[in-house]
């Protein structure tokens, strides 16, 4: 079973190489580029089926010597958490590519490139090293860079190098994390280890916690992204192209929160319980900053990309209510976030391609002109203000339930961003589909959706459904390893 | 079959997905389709009536996810009102078979309309608050996309988000009352809620909290003042919906809640002071703009927020009971109002009730149908409206709330007074325009007939429901207040035939007395105005400001700033480079020369004697002085350099 980890995590960066360096016709790439990215979800999904949910230890672990000098080894595992976000992770690449349509320019490379990141995205959930999780880390960010660099709208240059160098930097906080653990821990008991499972049980002083923390914390949170370091975000995603955003906005933003959830919350204890209370004033401050951004926006794309950091500032929130509802409330945004934004994106990116715009004042009156379009930004639409029955209010049930327990009325404000997240979806709406249609429009050709969107937008409709109705499965993932940190932790 | 109550919503759920998948082919035979599913789950329910009457609870309850049950819950109470929607949700799908038979969308209408019924039924089933607040939500959706269901009309899709926005701020007043209970318990259940107030876990200013919130969320689905602002709009509806929102669905929801939660309300004395006092205002409030309306379903819409007041009232007075008791018997008239005036909408082709007139002979079976339900809202003796009207004046009167009793007394007027305008314009005396009348369908006409009979005989069910929720005692009777709120409804019956069926008065030789308060009226105090124009869209526009500043200046400003300094700097290090760091190289190549040539020079002259010492001094002293002096900048930098260090590291010495 092993080495069919190993595959799920390296096969798509084989697939993804070849594209680059072998000739054929775009047509050939996407069905081989599809064929290898449904392989390996199926293998994720086969990861799944094998997966123990009744206990909250890694599983699947390979360990093999690495850098032994450095006490680097070569080594994966899984927990609940880690595996829905696998899940996740394979799932939008399938989505991605059968979204992607041979008729834009070097498909043939940018499939090559989503794929790679696949393995970059796949090898952060699962790496139990800390240097295998950083030069993963690290990776993400390559093929990343020439997607918005090669594929990006007009501002591309400008945007991808922010991209590279604001989240950079966090990746800087978080390597001299690293590094100081490394040392610390080797200075104390001798053991100079970078193997992760061996700081998940290790106590450091309250004084190195307190410290470090915050800077773990900021490299994480611009990954994330939260307010104050999210600004790289929407200059990132409106000018990146439509397969990007959906994995720039499905995937890369949940690093963040996986990488809190797997390294800040778990190895610093006390430093996350002294700074809870802040931290949740970021994550309310995020969900309304953000949700009032989005309010204020012309384009689509940008409101989508400011309500991106509205629901991130969630997943903080929730997590620093340090309790199971809050916990699980944020790892299950993770998921349901990244399945409804892919689907906003995709949208987004259809949107533009058939009306060559964005602008929201732009246009008007689309429901009489692509119908099909509608319905599903109608639905997208509702799902990402948090519809019950959809997957996002399965979360963001959670998080309030954890968060009023931990910080009662601080809450208020998580609650006017909801008001005010129906209002710009139900705004942009109005103004973009219904009524009369805009003068500009009317009597030009527009496409509706074709069928492969068709198909991606479908699968991501029932997922989000299902994952609304029946939440159990999913919890259940993740539910014990979230009780095992909090365990730690001291919460409940 | 007991143990299974909790699949018999079933059917409507079946309907739903038949509807969902099969509606473009079904057209509107998905009315029938919907009308037999609700049907269905109103029969099974019917069998339930052993079980209930006995006094069981049917309680079935599963696990959503770790931590958090789900479960169905079927006492007197939900039993009643899952009768009394899935009788009215089945009576309005029939009605739309033949409705909405020339229109386009149909299975996005039906799809919505069922789902609108089978989350109503959801609602009452729910044994706990997270499951009743899911359905109210889907409700909220079903709402906006019914009420904007001519969405290539403007008004028609600003009404649906009006609906949505309004109630979702209510909304979430009641999400964090529901918090509140949580937080409290560990439990969204009802039993176990109530178990934990009356054992004294919550504490009272907790459930003073709670039921405060949750009584936002009611404001906000049942219309009360200042959230009202979205029913009257929601007329943009086909009149279906209209029916749906306002008899069987939505705005009775609130209700339902405030009822189940009763153990709750009862003991916080200052929610039920609050609630008393919205109630108050609401009740007068719209039966004021009702009285002006012009248009036939705004009157209704106007009326429907006065009724729900009625009952809120009488929430607030300890009178749970005579609440639902009027929540039942205003579905049932309050349907077949709405569905007469979809009846003649339908053939007058027209919502103005200035444009219709003699419709009466045109539409005998309608026009009678109206009258009962007139006549019923009206608290005519007899009728319906009447018995669950008396229960609540009865009930507000000896609670002691002398005040709220007194503008009951002349809404009560009012209400006979509009209702009773309204029927004479539209049914009695000449036609105002050119419309060619006729009577509705069949299918239209059964539930009107059905609702005609219930709207009659509904107080009936005032005894019988006493039974069912083990209720012994209502408020004492007593004729003062009996005779009282008789006369007021005949006053204002009086008043209106004298002005628009007897035409007595004119009201025309009032018209500069009436015109001011009538702009005001029909502007709606300028209430949604204020809200809409300028608390909505001010507030767009400046937060949209203050945050575009906030990212622009200050997020995204020091960001930029930063990666510019750092350009700033790194052109400077790119100078101090090639002067200071290049400079500072090319002076240590030059002072290992002179050293070298220092040793050299003692090298040469000192050990090879002193013999040549003239000749070194006067030879080579030229040369190493020009040296030094070369003329270039940077050696003149480099040694003040040098010298600053060295300054400034003495001083450190000497300090």
Not at chain 1, 60 to 89: C, K, P, Q, R, Y
Not at chain 1, 327 to 356: D, E, P, R, V
Not at chain 2, 359 to 375: C, D, E, H, P, R
Not at chain 2, 410 to 424: Q, V
Request: net charge neutral; charged share 10%.
């Amino acid at each position: 079973m092993n080495w069919l980890f190993l595959i799920m995590v390296f096969f798509p960066s084989f697939v993804g190489i070849m594209l680059l360096v072998k000739k054929m016709t775009d047509r050939t790439a996407k069905w081989i580029a599809l064929t290898s990215s449904s392989i390996v979800f199926l293998i994720s999904l086969y990861f799944y089926y094998m997966f123990d949910k009744t206990t909250s230890s890694f599983q699947f672990i390979i360990h093999v010597n690495w850098i032994e000098s450095l006490g680097s080894s070569f080594a994966f595992g899984m927990d609940g958490i880690s595996m829905s976000l696998v899940l996740l992770t394979t799932l939008l690449v399938v989505v991605v590519m059968i979204f992607m349509d041979y008729h834009s320019d070097d498909v043939k490379e940018f499939l090559g490139f989503t794929l790679i990141l696949e393995t970059a995205l796949l090898g952060v959930f699962v790496a139990l090293d800390f240097l295998l999780f950083y030069v993963f880390w690290e990776l993400v960010l390559i093929p990343m860079y020439f997607m918005i660099l090669h594929w990006g709208g007009p501002r591309r240059v400008y945007a991808s190098i922010k991209f590279f160098i604001y989240t950079h930097v966090g990746s800087f906080l978080i390597l001299v994390g690293i590094i100081a653990m490394y040392f610390y821990k080797g200075s104390a008991d001798g053991v100079y280890t970078l193997s992760i499972l061996s700081y998940l049980d290790y106590n450091f002083s309250d004084k190195f916690q307190l410290i470090v923390f915050p800077m773990i914390f900021i490299g994480f949170a611009i990954k994330l992204p939260l307010v104050p370091f999210h600004t790289w975000l929407p200059d990132a995603h409106v000018e990146a192209p439509t397969g990007g955003s959906m994995l720039l906005a499905g995937v890369l933003l949940k690093m963040g929160g996986y990488g809190l959830i797997r390294i800040g919350f778990t190895i610093f204890p006390v430093a996350v319980n002294h700074y809870a209370y802040i931290m949740a004033v970021f994550g309310v401050v995020s969900m309304l900053y953000g949700a009032l951004l989005a309010l204020a926006q012309d384009d689509l794309k940008k409101m989508v990309a400011y309500s991106s950091v509205s629901h991130m500032g969630s997943v903080v929130l929730g997590l620093a209510a340090l309790n199971i509802n809050g916990f699980n409330g944020a790892t299950y945004q993770l998921f349901a976030h990244g399945i409804i934004s892919a689907m906003l994106f995709m949208l987004c990116g259809i949107l533009q391609y058939s009306f060559k715009t964005r602008s929201i004042s732009k246009l008007g009156g689309l429901a009489q002109i692509v119908p099909k379009m509608t319905v599903f930004y109608v639905f997208a639409f509702i799902a990402s203000l948090g519809l019950p029955g959809l997957a996002g209010f399965v979360a963001e049930i959670n998080v309030l339930m954890g968060a009023f327990q931990a910080f009662k009325y601080l809450l208020a404000v998580a609650l006017v961003s909801l008001i005010v997240t129906a209002g710009y979806y139900l705004l942009a709406l109005q103004k973009v589909f219904f009524g009369d249609i805009k003068q500009s429009l009317v009597g030009g050709e527009f496409a509706d959706l074709k069928i492969n969107e068709k198909i991606a937008l479908m699968t991501l409709t029932v997922l989000i459904v299902i994952f609304g109705l029946v939440p159990g499965p999913l919890i259940e993932l993740f539910n014990l390893s979230n009780l095992e940190i909090l365990a730690r932790i001291g919460g409940v | 079959m007991g143990d299974l109550f909790w699949l018999y919503p079933l059917p409507l759920l079946a309907a739903l997905i038949i509807i969902f998948i099969f509606g473009d082919q079904l057209q509107e035979k998905s009315g029938l389709i919907g009308a037999v599913g609700s049907g269905l789950v109103f029969i099974l329910s019917i069998t339930l009536a052993p079980a209930v009457f006995s006094g069981d609870k049917l309680v079935y309850s599963f696990q959503w996810f770790p931590g958090v049950n789900l479960g169905f819950r079927i006492d007197g109470l939900s039993w009643i009102m899952l009768i009394v929607v899935t009788f009215l949700v089945s009576l309005i799908l029939l009605y739309s078979y033949s409705y909405m038979e020339h229109e386009k969308g149909l299975r996005r209408f039906f799809s919505f309309m069922v789902l609108f019924g089978f989350s109503m039924v959801q609602l009452i089933v729910a044994d706990n608050l997270l499951q009743l607040f899911i359905a109210w939500e889907i409700m909220g959706l079903c709402s906006y996309s019914l009420i904007g269901f001519y969405f290539e009309k403007s008004s028609a899709a600003s009404a649906g988000k009006k609906a949505f926005l309004t109630t979702k701020v209510g909304d979430v007043f009641m999400l964090l009352g529901i918090l509140v209970l949580y937080a409290a318990t560990g439990s969204f259940n009802y039993d176990e809620i109530f178990s934990a107030a009356s054992s004294g876990l919550i504490s009272l200013s907790e459930i003073a909290l709670a039921t405060l919130f949750i009584f936002g969320g009611v404001v906000g689905k049942s219309a009360q003042f200042p959230l009202h602002i979205w029913l009257p709009d929601a007329m943009e509806g086909p009149t279906p919906v209209s029916a749906l929102i306002h008899a069987a669905a939505m705005v009775k929801a609130g209700m339902y809640l405030m009822i189940r939660l009763y153990p709750l309300y009862e003991v916080s004395e200052f929610t039920l002071k609050i609630i008393m006092i919205v109630g108050t205002i609401t009740v007068l409030f719209a039966a004021l703009m009702a009285i002006f309306a012009d248009d036939f379903k705004q009157v209704l819409a106007f009326s429907t927020i006065s009724q729900l007041g009625y009952m809120t009232v009488a929430l607030g007075c300890l009178g749970a009971f005579p609440a639902l008791l009027h929540v039942i018997n205003h579905a049932f008239f309050k349907a077949l109002l709405f569905l007469g005036a979809g009846s003649v909408i339908h053939s007058v082709g027209t919502g103005d009730i200035r444009k219709m007139g003699g419709v009466f002979k045109y539409q005998k079976i309608t026009g009678s149908a109206m009258l009962l339900g007139t006549l019923s809202i009206a608290g005519i003796p007899g009728f319906s409206g009447f018995v669950s009207k008396d229960e609540i004046l009865l009930q507000v009167y000896e609670h002691g709330s002398l005040f709220s009793y007194y503008i009951l007394l002349l809404t009560g007027m009012l209400t006979a007074f509009y209702m009773f305008r309204l029927y004479f314009m539209v049914f009695t005396r000449e036609k105002r325009s050119d419309y060619h009348g006729h009577e509705s369908p069949v299918s239209m006409l059964i539930p009107l007939v059905l609702l005609g009979i219930a709207a009659v005989f509904s107080g009936r069910l005032k005894n019988p429901l006493m039974g069912l929720l083990n209720i012994t005692e209502t408020a004492h009777h007593n004729n003062i207040v009996v005779y009282s709120s008789v006369a007021a409804a005949l006053i204002g019956i009086v008043g209106a035939l004298l002005i628009y069926y007897l035409k007595i008065i004119d009201i025309k030789n009032y018209d500069s007395v009436i015109s001011g308060p009538k702009k005001f009226f029909q502007n709606r105090y300028y209430f949604d105005y204020f809200v809409e124009e300028i608390i909505c869209k001010y507030f767009v526009k400046i937060s949209g400001m203050i945050t575009m500043a906030i990212e622009r200046w200050i997020f995204d400003g020091i960001v930029i700033f930063a990666a510019k300094s750092i350009k700033i700097i790194s052109n400077y290090t790119k100078v101090a480079d090639q002067y200071i760091v290049d400079g500072f190289v090319n002076k240590t190549a030059a002072i290992t020369k002179t050293f070298s040539g220092i040793s050299n020079f003692i090298d040469i002259y000192i050990f090879d004697g002193a013999v040549r010492f003239i000749e070194i001094v006067t030879v080579r002293k030229g040369e190493i002085m020009l040296y030094w002096n070369n003329g270039k900048i940077q050696t003149y930098l480099l040694w003040t350099v040098v010298g600053i260090i060295l300054i400034v590291s003495l001083i450190g010495g000497v300090f």
